[in-house]
Structure formats: C-alpha cells, structure tokens
C-alpha cells in the first residue's frame, strides 16, 4: 500500500465512525458500513460492499466520500 502510493505515511484506521457518500443530485448522504478503511494523508480509500471509495478524512474523525474507484485496490490507490 505505501510503496503503490507513494505514501511513506500511509496507513489502515478503525472502521469505527461515521461514513458517508455524496451522492450527485440529493441532499442527504449515504451512509456506509466499510470493512476496511485506508488513510493517506487527508484522503481516505473506503471499502464497503467490495468496492472502494474515495474521499476525505474530517477534523472530528468522519469521512465523506465523493465516489467509487472500483473493486481493485491497486487501481483505487492510482486514482489518488
């Protein structure tokens, strides 16, 4: 994970919070149940469902995510 990131920092947080998707068009998020959340810097990639997700990681510990990058990892982590 950090050498196909390039992120030396890189690192797997704790599930345990609040998840959420923009979805385009409507005024309410989605909310996720991830089993794996991976955070590089203030970027998060996000898997629930086996798909990953993109999004940000928040000052109170939330993470908003804005869309999916697939069910590969490698490509998720290409697409930060």
């Known amino acids: 994970m950090r050498a196909l990131s390039g992120d030396p920092t890189a690192a797997a947080l704790s ?3 609040l ?3 923009e979805v385009a068009a409507q005024d309410d998020y989605e909310t996720l149940r991830p089993d794996v959340l ?3 810097h203030e970027l998060c990639l996000v898997r ?3 798909e990953w997700f993109m999004g940000q990681l928040d ?3 939330s993470v908003i995510c804005w869309g999916s990058y697939g069910s590969e ?3 998720a982590i ?3």
């Open 59 to 61: 000052d109170d510990g």
């Open 19 to 21: 998840v959420v998707l």
């Open 48 to 50: 629930d469902g086996g």
């Open 73 to 75: 990892l490698a490509e």
């Open 78 to 80: 290409r697409g930060l």
């Open 38 to 40: 991976l955070a590089f």
């Open 15 to 17: 599930t345990d919070r």
